[in-house]
């Protein structure tokens, strides 16, 4: 659709100038200081949502400025000093039938887009690798069905000078979730306990983690980097403290890290978990 490729090009010219020194700093996977608009987009799906934000964000601009129009164009003409004698019109069929099927039109033309994205989001597609992230409280662990039998808890790095220097407060863990870059990834989600949800702002993720439920979702990462999310769903009082990193490497690196992790990570069903309960001490907690 050229209009709203049109649209969308204003737009983006628009939100930047709004955004201004924002969108230049707009983090990569991370939030940046002052920033005004979304973080910067690491995968296909956050690329459409960023242009069907800037889409609507047309839209609703010249409703606002139409509506305030009108409403200037009442207060100046329409006063009781500048029209004394109102009119005693109550009806204007052409008037009625067309701020009725105006508004139906811009609807249908949002709703096509928005479909189409929402369907891009939820048709998962042939999917070069499984990760399955698992909300507990308050903790993620991850586990690669499809590279072995590994599982391995991230948690937050809560004591300050144990971040390393790339990793920003509140949002550094002591294992990352680590996938190949422009590679497909399928997410699962499920909650231990309680509802947790999974997202990651930069791949324009989020899917509830659910006690009981598989939920699906995708990404492919674009760019190498670190990208960083947050638990999205209140649950419990660590629900600040459960971020999400996600470590997108080359398909090499990826390889050696496996191998790596399927040592570290080795699953020993008769071990204690080694965080048992991490959530309810306070103060640092390191493994
Ligand atoms: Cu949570």
Known sequence: MLVFKRLTAIAATISSLLAGVGTASAGLGQPSAWQLNFQQAGSPVMDNIISFHNFLLVIITLITLFVLALLVVIMVRFNARANPTPSRTTH??????????????????????????????????????????????????????????????????????????????????????????????????????????????????????????????????????????QCAELCGKDHAFMPIAVRVVSEEAFATWVEEAKQKFARDDNAQTNVAAAGAIDGPVIK
Do not use: C
């Open 92 to 229: 204007n069929t052409l008037l009625e039938v067309a701020w009725t099927l105006v508004p139906v039109a811009i609807l249908v033309m949002i709703a096509i887009p928005s479909f189409k994205l929402l369907f891009y989001q939820l048709n998962i597609p042939q999917a070069d690798l499984t990760v399955k992230a698992t909300g507990k409280q308050w903790y993620w662990s991850y586990s690669y069905p499809d590279n072995g039998k590994f599982e391995f808890d991230s948690l937050m790095v809560r004591d300050e000078k144990q971040l390393r220097t790339d990793q920003p407060r509140l949002l550094g863990v002591d294992n990352e979730l680590v996938v190949p870059v422009n590679k497909t990834v399928r997410v699962q989600t499920t909650g231990a306990e309680v509802i947790h949800s999974f997202a990651v702002p930069s791949f324009g993720v989020k899917v509830d983690a659910i006690p009981g439920r598989l939920n699906e979702t995708w990404f492919k990462a674009t760019r190498e980097g670190i990208y960083y999310g």
